[in-house]
């Protein structure tokens, strides 16, 4: 349903207010940058959000991702207010540590043995410290349009144009460990590849990239030669981890990796994440001697809100992957012919529940392709989304939840019908 153009002005007055206390105004820095304004939720019922106003905007930001159940899945917010009932217990030792881990180890191929965290950041670096232990080296093999967090050693060559520190006041000299390469090139992997690098670390599907699958034959061959060459290869699953199927891409591509880094949907909602790796690969930690520390890791209420998500997605996975991909593909077909119907030159690409616009290109087959789209475009098409009353991530992601319905996909069609007409005018009228 389109929405009122005013009801913007309540989310430029908080904007107002939040930039005289809280730096940007947000409280992570892609979240100010939504268009026609930042809308500010007041409340979230399955698939919904509702601004201060009580407009209703239709979810795919979906937390940037981790909301595969929604915003109110029952049985998570069960467990949680189960667990709350029990007290915080933080830094406690509780039994729901060895459940979740057990869950883990039973739905993740790689996973042998696993340790908790409290973001994807924060277990990519325990993953990147496990294989330096491992292996005492040092070095490490990161690919261009790759993300893995915004710490200084790894928070670099986030797109495939630059190769330098993905933001200013970085450490450079912190990243002198990395080796940059072309996501894709096994053959330049080959020629670099040497007894002196620790890992391999990748998204072995480029969800945050913009949705592209692995060329043909690229992990088998990084998996050959991590394992010619003794270094670890670690999969960054934190997005497609329990989200592209109950095994992550992994499971999905038959390849498996001896670290995997997970998180988001796996706390539907919550903040956790976890190293999960073979009993060979996770021995530093296992044994005690590399420190792994966190306050927060494996809090009681994060660990059940997880236990209750992955229970959910172990046992109803053959109904609910399936479900989500063609509701996925209904979108994608919608948005494909709302862009073709109004001359608007966009790509859309899919990968399971996760989609991806782009305009200013017909086709984006490939991560390089990236640096030719035109994201400031998409950035105002989905304001115009928005508008009608539909809210993806700005830079043109979308995910599908189980709590999407066929009524939603379908005024979600209908929108981007709506939202393409009114884009095409306003920059015709601007250009």
């Not at 410290?129 to 491992?134: E, H, L, N």
């Not at 990161?142 to 970085?170: C, E």
């Not at 494909?336 to 200013?360: D, E, K, P």
């Not at 189980?402 to 095409?424: G, P």
Request: with cysteine; net charge negative; charged share 20%.
């Amino acid at each position: 349903m389109p929405i009122d153009p005013a009801a913007f002005s309540h989310a430029r007055i908080y904007r107002e207010r939040a930039l005289k206390t809280l730096s940007y105004g947000v409280s992570s820095t892609p979240r100010g940058n939504q268009l026609p304004a930042p809308i500010v939720a007041a409340r979230a019922e399955e698939a919904h959000v509702y601004d201060a106003t009580g407009n209703r905007f239709i979810d795919y930001a979906a937390g940037y991702g981790p909301l595969i159940l929604g915003h109110t899945p029952a049985c998570v917010v069960d467990a949680v207010k189960n667990e709350l009932d029990r007290g915080l217990r933080t830094a406690s030792v509780h039994a729901g540590e060895a459940e979740l881990a057990e869950l883990v180890c039973a739905t993740l191929p790689s996973a042998e043995k696993c340790a908790f965290l409290s973001s994807g950041t924060e277990a990519v670096q325990l993953a990147l410290r496990i294989a330096r232990a491992a292996t005492g080296r040092t070095r490490i093999v990161k690919f261009r349009g790759n993300y893995h967090g915004w710490m200084d050693s790894i928070h670099a060559a986030n797109s495939v144009t630059g190769d330098g520190p993905g933001t200013l006041g970085q450490d450079p000299d912190a990243c002198r460990a990395l080796t940059i390469l072309d996501w894709g090139d096994a053959k330049g992997l080959a020629e670099v590849l040497s007894t002196e690098f620790a890992a391999v670390i990748l998204e072995p599907v480029a969800i945050n990239g913009g949705c592209f699958m692995p060329p043909d034959g690229f992990l088998q061959e990084v998996r050959r030669l991590t394992r010619e060459k003794g270094a670890m290869l670690i999969f960054d699953e934190v997005i497609t981890g329990y989200r592209l199927a109950l095994g992550g891409a992994q499971e999905r591509l038959g390849v498996t990796p001896d670290l995997s880094v997970i998180g988001k949907a796996m706390g539907s909602g919550l903040p956790i994440g976890a190293v999960a790796g073979s009993d060979e690969a996770m021995e530093p930690v296992s044994s005690g001697k590399l420190f792994h520390r966190g306050t927060f890791n494996g809090n009681p209420v994060s660990v059940a809100a997880s236990i209750a998500c992955i229970t959910y997605l172990r046992d109803n996975a053959p109904r609910l992957y399936p479900g989500l991909d063609t509701m996925a593909g209904t979108l994608e077909r919608g948005a494909t012919a709302a862009f073709a119907a109004h001359g608007i030159t966009a790509a859309v690409n899919r990968i399971g529940s996760a989609l991806q616009i782009a305009l200013g290109l017909p086709a984006m087959p490939s991560l390089a392709d990236t640096a030719r789209a035109d994201f400031a475009a998409t950035q105002r098409f989905s304001g115009a989304l928005l508008r009608q009353g539909v809210q993806i991530i700005g830079r043109g992601l979308s995910y599908v939840g189980a709590a999407h319905t066929e009524q939603d996909i379908a005024e979600t069609v209908e929108a981007y019908a709506r939202a393409a007409e009114t884009f095409r005018r306003e920059e015709r009228v601007a250009g």
